[in-house]
């Protein structure tokens, strides 16, 4: 096991000229098969007897969409990455006469509570016509619920206790664990995908006592996070020469005043922040807690915590309002990426989900709100240190990976955040030369080089991608029939 910064590859081929989608011209190769026009693209899947898992609903999908798509690429790689989660990374069965999944990212034998969610989210819809898909879906929840239970400070957790390379960070520690950096969006979620299961199945199996209290330990861990009587019982720090590996302030980040806003020791990139509230994913926190309330309410029957929760939500987004609001010099009222509460305020976005870019994506805002549209406008600009550009397309990279990496999530969450069809367009086209001929997404890619790229097997943004790419086809089928 290793840290995800670590995994960094070099694909043998470098990409130009691509329409939405036509021919593509290859400038130069060496260890990747040329794709040419002449090339069949044969399935990159595992072969059927080595998949870890086999969905008759996901399985009819991908030929139903895949004969819709007149790009021969665009359809190859949507073939190789919708399944991929159920493919290469998930672990089922039957524990306690429960179903339980265990959901790796890819190429890290570890389960993120945010990973794992986003990483079975586009198969919901599914779950209606195929009962072991709903299964495999609520062995996820039930899996959450455990790793909850066991910390609710950690952000990922491995199968059992079998050791951790973090082991010596300076934190409570504890067996089962991978790692224990707290970021709000980790709670937010199994919360997510809970909802999600509930309102797409109207199952209610897998929100039993265990459940119900892991959603308690939540509330009580966000407030705890508000820090108004102290610090709280969270901190982290690790002895490491990337300076976003640990957090300042004695492992306790750096200042914040109480204002009722949620502290996130991390950002979903798994990096340090700068002000503890993260602006977006104390958005997410807040429709997460107002979805909880919903649920206690209709399915507990648990008026009190019901309530709890929406106090919880209402005094957030209050503080939101008053907080994370700002004025820039070119692009107006917008939105800040992290704040303070002594009016520091970051202006800057980061590729993963909770981002900035993503709120009308998690629902947090409308996407034709003008704050948003505002904030859209910033991160999509050369103003955002982190917006990359150069020959080989452009997008959201991260501090994780660095000056010139654009991430593929964030062209994916752009071209779900927006109704122009010539964006859209763009963004497919940039997304499948960022391949590099490998049939797969990736973490990051270089802006003038998609050859040269990290993380090969990261499923996450392969799952999201087949997301994409089936919201296309319910919304804008005529967009994907072109050649």
Not at 99 to 104: A, E, L, N, S
Not at 231 to 257: E, L, S, V
Not at 350 to 379: K, W
Not at 411 to 439: F, N, P, Q, W, Y
Request: glycine residues 8%.
């Amino acid at each position: 096991m290793t840290s995800r910064r670590n995994f960094i590859k070099t694909g043998g081929m470098a990409v130009a000229g691509l329409s939405i989608l036509g021919k593509r011209t290859i400038k130069s190769a060496s260890s990747i098969s040329l794709v040419t026009d002449d090339t069949r693209y044969i399935s990159r899947r595992p072969a059927p007897d080595k998949r870890k898992f086999v969905s008759e609903a996901v399985e009819e999908e991908i030929k139903r969409v895949r004969k819709s798509i007149g790009n021969e690429e665009l359809g190859w790689i949507f073939e190789n990455c919708y399944p991929n989660t159920l493919d290469t990374t998930v672990q089922f069965q039957i524990l306690d006469e429960r179903p339980d999944t265990f959901v790796i990212t890819g190429d890290i034998d570890a389960m993120w509570l945010r990973d794992s969610s986003a990483q079975v989210w586009p198969y919901l819809p599914l779950t209606k016509d195929d009962r072991k898909l709903r299964q495999l879906i609520e062995g996820v929840i039930n899996r959450q619920t455990k790793c909850i239970l066991l910390d609710p400070y950690a952000n990922a957790f491995n199968y059992g206790p079998t050791g951790s390379p973090w082991d010596k960070d300076l934190t409570e520690m504890k067996p089962g664990l991978h790692e224990r950096k707290w970021e709000i969006d980790s709670l937010c979620y199994p919360i997510r995908l809970a909802y999600g299961y509930w309102k797409t199945t109207g199952d209610t199996a897998p929100f039993d006592g265990k459940w119900r209290e892991a959603m308690k330990l939540v509330v009580t861990t966000f407030k705890q996070q508000q820090r108004k009587h102290g610090h709280g019982p969270y901190k982290f720090q690790r002895i490491t020469a990337t300076q976003t590996d640990t957090q300042a302030g004695g492992g306790y980040g750096n200042p914040i005043k109480p204002v009722g806003l949620i502290c996130s020791m991390f950002r979903p990139s798994d990096d340090a922040t700068i002000f503890p509230f993260l602006v977006p994913s104390n958005y997410f926190a807040v429709l997460s807690l107002k979805r909880l309330a919903e649920m206690f309410e209709n399915i507990a029957g648990d008026h009190a915590f019901a309530g709890e929760c929406l106090d919880l939500a209402n005094e957030v987004e209050s503080a939101l309002e008053a907080y994370a609001r700002v004025k820039h010099l070119d692009y107006g009222e917008m939105l800040a990426y992290e704040v303070d509460g002594f009016d520091d305020r970051l202006f800057m976005d980061d590729a993963n989900i909770p981002s900035l870019l993503s709120m009308p994506y998690l629902g947090t805002v409308a996407e034709s709100d003008p704050l948003y549209q505002n904030t859209r406008s910033f991160v999509l600009s050369g103003d955002n240190p982190y917006f990359c550009k150069g020959t080989a397309g452009e997008g959201v990279g991260s501090p994780h990976t660095g000056p010139g990496k654009i991430w593929p999530i964030s062209i994916m969450v752009r071209a779900l955040t927006t109704t122009r069809e010539d964006e859209i367009k763009t963004c497919v086209k940039t997304l499948v030369a960022s391949s590099a001929g490998t049939g797969f997404m990736h973490e990051s890619f270089d802006e003038n080089d998609p050859a040269k790229f990290t993380r090969s097997w990261f499923a996450w943004a392969n799952t999201l991608f087949g997301e994409l790419i089936i919201r296309l086809y319910n919304e804008r089928p005529a967009l994907l029939k072109e050649r």
